[in-house]
């Protein structure tokens, strides 16, 4: 009898164990298999407006800039990327003339162009068309005002040691683990992302991190070193 308690024992013992083993093997397989299936997340898709290049021209009157830029549409800081319209924006200080202004250009063998809206707030005149000069170095534009008529070159603020807005991006990304971690699940970026080329004297990105909550973080950085020069949040 003592015999069979003893085998009864040692047979619960290896079946306790056992059944252990099948526990923590499927727990593994099971963890395996949910790393395996969550997908790296590219920040990038979830980047709702882009500013990727500016171009400038000045001359005695005038002082032109022009933005290329990539923006959602509704246009809404609500965490929330939606798609987005690509665009050619430009702007025309005209030393406070009021007059009707007419902006032609062109570009890769088209031309674009027609009459400028004057915008009372900034004082000065605007005009946008649907069109990619993310990678024009100088662009010549055409500026009318009424009888008088002048020619601006505007060259783009980037050379070649420039970063990339991708390139940017991830800089910000390997900084910041803590926060961009706490925004991704396995389902993707709780969030939208502003990135903005800049120019004042010198070339400069601002990336905003803005969240479901309406909450942001954003980064001042030196476009070409990818130096993070301030922080803010809001």
């Known amino acids: 009898m003592d015999g069979f308690f003893f085998i009864f ?3 619960k013992r ?13 727990l593994l397989v099971f963890v395996a298999f949910g790393s395996g299936c969550q997908k790296a997340v590219n920040y ?8 990727n ?3 400038l021209a000045s001359d005695e009157t005038f002082s032109l800039r022009v933005h290329s830029v990539e923006r959602e549409i509704p246009y809404l800081a609500d965490g929330i990327p939606k798609e987005k319209t690509t665009l050619t924006e430009v702007r025309l200080d005209a030393d406070g003339q009021k007059s009707q202004c007419t902006i032609e250009f062109s570009y890769n063998g088209k031309t674009y162009g027609g009459e400028a809206s004057y915008d009372n707030v900034k004082s000065e005149y605007f005009y946008s068309c649907s069109l990619d000069t993310s990678k024009a170095k100088e662009i010549l ?11 601006l070159n505007a060259k783009s603020v980037l050379d ?24 991704t699940d396995k389902y993707g970026f709780k969030g939208e992302i502003y990135l903005r080329l800049l120019y004042e004297d010198a070339p400069y990105y601002y990336v ?3 969240s479901r909550e309406k909450k942001t973080v954003a980064f001042l950085l030196n476009a070409k070193t990818g130096k993070i020069l301030a922080r803010r949040e809001a």
């Open 9 to 11: 024992r040692s047979h």
């Open 14 to 26: 290896h079946l306790k164990a056992f059944s252990l083993f099948f526990v923590l093997f499927f």
């Open 44 to 51: 990038f898709d979830y980047v709702s407006e882009l500013r």
């Open 53 to 55: 290049n500016i171009l």
């Open 141 to 151: 534009f055409k500026i009318r005002f009424d009888d008088t008529v002048c020619e």
């Open 160 to 183: 070649e040691n420039a970063l990339s807005p991708k390139k940017v991006l991830s800089l910000v990304q390997v900084e910041e683990k803590q926060l961009f971690s706490a925004l």
């Open 208 to 210: 905003g991190i803005v």
